[in-house]
């Protein structure tokens, strides 16, 4: 969801072998970009802020081509 609010787009829950919840979501389908954050309401909890943009990994390849 927006970071500034709005509703649930995408939840899910997936085992993993360390018997930790891991929690995979596909943002594929999201072309607007901006700041979101998750909310994971059986945990009372949500993640920090991130970003969806076209251009998110220019500054990694820029900075690994270096």
């Given at each position: 969801m927006p970071s500034n609010g709005g509703t649930i787009t995408s939840?899910?829950?997936d085992g993993a072998p360390?018997?930790?919840d891991v929690w995979w979501v596909d943002?594929?389908?999201f072309?607007?970009?901006g700041?979101?954050?998750?909310?994971?309401p059986s945990?009372?909890?949500q993640s920090y802020d991130f970003e969806i943009r076209d251009d998110i990994y220019n500054n990694v390849v820029l900075t690994a081509l270096k």
């Open positions: 939840k899910g829950n360390s018997g930790d943002f594929s389908s072309s607007t970009p700041t979101y954050r998750l909310f994971v945990l009372n909890g």
